[in-house]
Nanobody, 121 residues
Framework: QVQLVESGGGLVQPGGSLRLSCAAAGSISSINVMGWYRQAPGKERELVADITRGGSTKYADSVKGRFISSRDNAKNTVYLQMTSLKPEDTANYYC???????????????WGKGTLVTVSS
């Protein structure tokens, strides 16, 4: 069994910064793509950023130039550095990973439970 635990959410003023972390724990062999998604009240969950094992990244247009995703493969952890935050960034942020673990030779998708980011003055 694999568990993902996010941390780093909170309340921040517009223009501020936050750094989210998501660590995976379990009998992990390797992790393929790591990603961040968010869901605002009344809206669908959307991709914010993802990063491959080799470090290639992809971002939603709404966060390009403001958010940076990175990962530490040795720690099975993905990060999301968020800067110039806007009220419209307010949402629950979830990490998602494609993990090869246990007896399986292929990756399975796991989700964290989410961390709330509120951008407000």
């Amino acid at each position: 069994q694999v568990q993902l635990v996010e941390s780093g959410g909170g309340l921040v003023q517009p223009g501020g910064s936050l750094r989210l972390s998501c660590a995976a724990a379990g009998s992990i062999s390797s992790i393929n793509v790591m990603g961040w998604y968010r869901q605002a009240p009344g809206k669908e969950r959307e991709l914010v950023a993802d990063i491959t094992r080799g470090g290639s990244t992809k971002y939603a247009d709404s966060v390009k130039g403001r958010f940076i995703s990175s990962r530490d493969n040795a720690k099975n952890t993905v990060y999301l550095q968020m800067t110039s935050l806007k009220p419209e960034d307010t949402a629950n942020y979830y990490c998602r990973m494609n993990v090869v673990a246990g007896i399986y030779s292929y990756g399975m998708t796991y989700w964290g439970k989410g961390t709330l980011v509120t951008v407000s003055s």
